[in-house]
C-alpha cells in the first residue's frame, strides 16, 4: 500500500487520512486519533487500517485544510549532523572538524510544527534552515543491523532543520539552538517507506526567497539510512512514531561569505523528490 498520510484542520475539526490526487481520503476509526496512534499498533491491526483506508474515497479537497505536523509528539526527534561531505567542508572552514564517528543530537519534540507554519525567529539573530529527508520509524528497534534496518523505516517526510546558529554554539550538546519553538517544520505528510524504492536516490534542495541555497542528492550521506538506524539502535531502543533528520547538503547561511540569516518577511522552500514541499515564513 503506497500512501501518503496527513493530518489536517478543517472547519475547526483536526482529522488524519490519507491524499490521493489533491484530495483527502479521512481516516475514521475510534481508537486511532493520530498518525501517533496508527503507527503505534502491531503491524497487522495497522495493515489492515491502511488497506481499508486505501479504498475510502477522497471526499475532501486539500485545498479546503490546513496540513499540520503529520505526528504531534513524538518520543525522540534526532538529528545527525555533518552528513553530507560538501556541508563538513564548509563546516570546516567555520572551525568544525569533520567526526570520525556518526554526531547525533536532539531537537526537543516542542519544536515541531506544521508544513506550512510561520517559523517565529525568537530572539536568535543568526537564524539559518537546512533542508533534510525525515524518517518515521515503525517498529521497536534494538541492535538492528545494517541489513534488515530498512525494516524499521514507517515512512519519510520533508524536514527543516531551523537552527539558532548563535544558541547552537552555546554549548557542546546544540540542542538548544536546534529547539526553538516552530524550529521543526515537518511534512506535508508521511510517505510510507513502499512508495519510495531507493530513499538514497532523492533530489533535495532549500530556496529562501526563490533563490536556490541548497541542492543535492541523499545518495551523497556519508552515514546512510540503514547505517544511522543501526548505529542508534546499538545504543538506545527506537520505538514506532520516532523521527530521525538524516542530515543536510552545503548551502547553510552561516557557511555563506557574507553570511545570510534568515530576516522576517523571508520564505523557506524545502523540497525532495517523491516525498513533498514544505514552505515557511519567518515572522
Known sequence: ??????????????????????RIAPLQVDDVRTLDDLIALDNDHRNLILANLDQREASIQLHDVRLL???????KYLGIGLNYADHAAEAANLGLNKPNK????NKQTSCISGPFDPVLRGNTVQLDYEVELGVVIGAVAKNVSVERARDYVFGYFVANDVSARDFQFHSPTITIGKSFDTH?????????ADEIADPHALQLRCLVNGATRQEANTRDMIANIWEQIAYLSSAFTLYPGDLLATGTPSGVGVAMS??????????VRCEIEGVGTIENRVE
Do not use: N, Y
Open 102 to 105: 556518526q554526531t547525533w543530537f
Open 184 to 192: 521543526g517544520p515537518i511534512g506535508p505528510w508521511i510517505v510510507t
Open 1 to 22: 500500500m503506497i500512501l501518503k498520510l496527513c493530518r489536517f484542520e478543517t472547519q475547526g475539526s483536526v482529522g488524519i487520512g490519507a491524499v490521493k490526487d489533491h
Open 258 to 267: 557574507p553570511q545570510q540569516f534568515l530576516q522576517p518577511g523571508d520564505v
Open 69 to 75: 505536523s503529520p505526528i504531534v509528539r513524538p518520543g
